[in-house]
């Protein structure tokens, strides 16, 4: 039974899971951090008969996913390097992503669903000798549309 709210505590922002879908196929993926699930509205520049602006669309963020720096063969490491060969002849495959913040019991909290995803960027953190610090990778993703799904 999801909680309402009296009974809602505050997910922690720690415990979430990624998970990416296309064409009948799933892949998870552990991320340090998930930045930009987000949306505004964007106003026409003028105003109607009642003089109010009025929404004339919605844009998403960037959403920007870090990382462990994963194997080449690695599921979501491989949609990304062949969405950056397309001018090569690969196909860009968007997906749709699910970022999920779990509560204490592994029970879903909170849920967002973004559509149609495509990597635009990826890019590593700097190398550095003189730090003894995981190599970290940074994915970032355009999307479609975003939505709260529970």
């Known amino acids: ?14 415990h ?30 003028g105003k109607d008969q009642a003089g109010i602006r009025l929404p004339e669309d919605v844009r998403v963020n960037d959403l920007v996913l870090r990382r462990a720096l994963e194997a080449i063969n690695e599921k979501i490491t491989a949609w990304v390097k062949n969405t950056f060969r397309f ?14 913040l779990l509560d204490e ?3 879903i909290a909170a849920s967002w669903i973004c559509t149609r995803v495509i990597p635009v960027k990826w890019s590593m953190a700097p190398l550095n000798a003189s730090e003894s610090k995981i190599a970290i990778e940074t994915i970032t993703l355009k999307y479609e549309e975003i939505r709260r799904s529970k």
């Open 1 to 14: 039974m999801a909680p309402d709210s009296k009974t809602w505590k505050p997910p922690v922002a720690f």
């Open 16 to 45: 979430f899971q990624v998970e990416f879908q296309w064409e009948g196929n799933k892949a998870s993926a552990s991320f340090a951090e998930v930045d930009g699930l987000g949306q505004e509205l964007v106003f026409e520049n």
């Open 87 to 100: 001018k090569y002849g690969a196909k860009i495959k968007p997906c749709n992503m699910t970022v999920t």
């Open 105 to 107: 019991k592994n029970k």
